[in-house]
C-alpha cells in the first residue's frame, strides 16, 4: 500500500515562497507518475504539475514559470517548489500519485485520476 504525506505549507505574503514535501512509502518515483493537486474553498481540486518516472515535468498554466516539481535521487521524496506566490494560490495542496495526464489541443496539460493520495497541506498566500 503506497502512502504518501506532505509537509511544508504555511502563510507567506504575496510574492514568497515555500517549498512543499511529499515522502513516498510502498512504492517509488519509478513506480509512480507524481504530481501535487490543489484545492481552495468552494472549487474543484485541479492538478498544479506532475513528474514522469523518467524524471519529466508539466505543469498547468495557471503555475507554469513560478512552480517546480522535482524529487530527490532515491525517488521517495518529492518537492514542490513555489515562487512568486499569489493570493490565488491559497489552497489545501495534496500530493499524488499514480496520476494521468492530459494535454488539450491547445498544450495545456490537465492531471486526473491520481491512485493515491497524501492528507493535505495548506499553503495561504495574504496580499
Known amino acids: 500500500q503506497v502512502h504518501l504525506v506532505e509537509s511544508g505549507g504555511g502563510s507567506v505574503q504575496s510574492g514568497g515562497s515555500l517549498r512543499l514535501s511529499c515522502s513516498i512509502s510502498?512504492?517509488?518515483?519509478?513506480?509512480?507518475?507524481m504530481g501535487w493537486f490543489r484545492q481552495a474553498p468552494g472549487k474543484a481540486r485541479d492538478g498544479v504539475g506532475a513528474?514522469?518516472?523518467?524524471?519529466?515535468?508539466e505543469y498547468a498554466d495557471s503555475v507554469k514559470g513560478r512552480f517546480t516539481i522535482s524529487r530527490d535521487n532515491a525517488k521517495t521524496t518529492m518537492y514542490l517548489q513555489m515562487d512568486r506566490l499569489k493570493p490565488e494560490d491559497t489552497a489545501m495542496y495534496y500530493c499524488?500519485?499514480?496520476?494521468?495526464?492530459?494535454?488539450?489541443?491547445?498544450?495545456?496539460?490537465?492531471?486526473?485520476?491520481?491512485?493515491?493520495w497524501g492528507q493535505g497541506t495548506q499553503v495561504t498566500v495574504s496580499s
Open positions: 499524488a500519485a499514480g496520476l494521468r495526464l492530459r494535454v488539450s489541443y491547445t498544450g495545456a496539460y490537465s492531471f486526473y485520476g491520481p491512485d493515491y
Open positions: 513528474i514522469g518516472t523518467k524524471g519529466d515535468t
Open positions: 510502498g512504492g517509488t518515483g519509478s513506480t509512480y507518475t
